[in-house]
């Protein structure tokens, strides 16, 4: 059963608040930048955030951080931190001065620009997370960053939840405007790592690590895109470091990856009795089984699977999109195993119980195995 963008970012949403957030994972051992930049972060506590927090730390620079207060204001207790509301509460920033400000909460256009402008004085370059959802559509296999934008329907809207994607690009339009040869902007696809509490992230690796017969969806040879938050921190304070201009789809791996491939790369890093069986895309739709949603990250690369909106009609390129340019930039990405461990490794660490918790993506243990009983039966007709 497919749902919308709205019920999707609601649900993304609820998760992020209750982000039980991951370690700094070997940070100690980066080395520090040949310069200390003054960076000041739009957000920073939620789920990449911190990460990219962490990574500029690492690298020796001076973080402060701006926003309500209300995400795991615990983080971080021995950087600045300004109080306030970036819709009609950017006082606090008045009179600072910082060499970039990384944007990872911007999604009203309005608002983006309103602290675009007051900073434009103050900071040398300005970084927005924005996403891959910019697109119009996803038709296209090996898509750049010079592709068709998406477009909104309604100019007044403000509503993310309807408009995620075309609210996106005009907050991306607010940035260059102000910042016409000072922006950077970054288009991630599937951010897949620890710190992501209950949402997309956890879902297949706990799935595999909790063992059995686990529902694969689609081919085995089926794309799939995504990206470790700490590959995505670590191109982010790169590009400050040096200082590039620019937009970059940031998803990975470097190489095509592949449904297999996916869930037999998470497969190598726990020791439980675990079996595969394939369920194609057309009976799993028969059965009102959700690409991205009760599958998570998965999609078939067909044009005429029904998606989710806005991603109508035809998404066969949305796994498939061109990282080229994000590659040629510095982007590396980290091995498989080390996103699937950190995710298993961090919410083992909450105490809670996986297989019955509600508050996650992806099938219950019971309609999965409804699921797997009604293949079963399919395939032996």
């Known amino acids: 059963m497919s749902v919308t963008r709205r019920e999707l970012i609601k649900v993304l949403g609820a998760a992020?608040?209750?982000?039980?957030?991951?370690?700094?994972?070997?940070?100690?051992?980066?080395?520090?930048?040949?310069?200390?930049?003054?960076?000041?972060?739009?957000?920073?506590?939620?789920?990449?955030?911190?990460?990219?927090?962490?990574?500029?730390?690492?690298?020796?620079?001076?973080?402060?951080?701006?926003n309500r207060g209300r995400t795991n204001p615990h983080l971080f207790?021995?950087?600045?931190?300004?109080?306030?509301?970036?819709?009609?509460?950017l006082g606090v920033l008045e009179g600072g001065e910082w060499d970039a400000v990384i944007d990872t909460s911007g999604y009203v256009p309005r608002v983006v620009r309103d602290s675009a402008e007051l900073l434009s004085d103050a900071?040398?370059?300005?970084?927005?997370?924005?996403?891959?959802?910019?697109?119009?559509?996803?038709?296209?296999?090996?898509?750049?960053?010079?592709?068709t934008l998406?477009?909104?329907?309604?100019?007044?809207?403000?509503?993310?939840?309807?408009?995620?994607?075309?609210l996106k690009v005009l907050c991306e339009q607010a940035v260059q405007e102000t910042y016409p040869d000072r922006y950077t902007i970054l288009r991630p696809g599937w951010i897949i790592g620890a710190g992501d509490n209950n949402a997309i992230s956890s879902y297949w690796p706990m799935r595999v690590h909790h063992g059995g017969e686990?529902?694969?969806p689609g081919a085995p040879t089926d794309p799939i895109q995504i990206i470790d938050p700490q590959d995505?921190?670590?191109?982010?304070?790169?590009?400050?470091?040096?200082?590039?201009?620019?937009?970059?789809?940031?998803?990975?791996?470097?190489?095509?990856?592949?449904?297999?491939?996916?869930?037999?790369?998470?497969?190598?890093?726990?020791?439980?009795?675990v079996k595969f069986t394939w369920v194609p895309g057309d009976f799993l739709e028969e059965m009102q089984v959700g690409a991205m949603t009760d599958m998570p990250i998965w999609f078939p690369p067909s044009d005429d699977y029904p998606t989710p909106a806005p991603f109508e009609p035809g998404a066969k390129?949305?796994?498939?999109?061109?990282?080229?340019?994000?590659?040629?930039?510095?982007?590396?990405?980290?091995?498989?195993?080390?996103?699937?461990?950190?995710?298993?490794?961090?919410?083992?660490?909450?105490?809670?119980?996986?297989?019955t918790t509600r508050r996650r993506f992806g099938l219950s243990l019971e309609r999965e195995a409804e699921v797997l009983a009604a293949w079963r039966e399919r395939s032996a007709r």
Do not use: C
């Open 150 to 166: 998406d477009t909104i329907d309604d100019p007044t809207s403000e509503d993310p939840g309807k408009y995620y994607g075309p």
């Open 77 to 89: 207790p021995e950087v600045e931190k300004l109080v306030g509301d970036r819709d009609g509460g």
């Open 232 to 273: 995505l921190a670590a191109f982010v304070i790169r590009i400050l470091e040096e200082d590039i201009n620019g937009i970059f789809n940031t998803m990975g791996p470097g190489s095509p990856l592949t449904t297999a491939e996916f869930l037999y790369g998470i497969r190598a890093v726990t020791t439980s009795a």
């Open 317 to 355: 390129g949305f796994h498939q999109m061109s990282a080229r340019r994000a590659i040629e930039a510095g982007l590396t990405f980290r091995p498989l195993a080390d996103t699937a461990r950190s995710i298993i490794e961090e919410y083992q660490s909450r105490g809670q119980d996986w297989a």
């Open 123 to 147: 900071v040398q370059r300005y970084l927005f997370v924005s996403t891959g959802d910019a697109y119009a559509d996803f038709k296209k296999v090996g898509l750049e960053e010079d592709y």
């Open 16 to 66: 992020g608040t209750a982000a039980a957030l991951a370690p700094a994972n070997a940070l100690g051992s980066i080395r520090p930048a040949q310069a200390s930049l003054r960076i000041l972060f739009i957000g920073g506590t939620g789920f990449i955030g911190p990460h990219m927090v962490r990574r500029a730390m690492a690298r020796g620079h001076t973080v402060t951080l701006f």
């Open 214 to 216: 686990v529902l694969a």
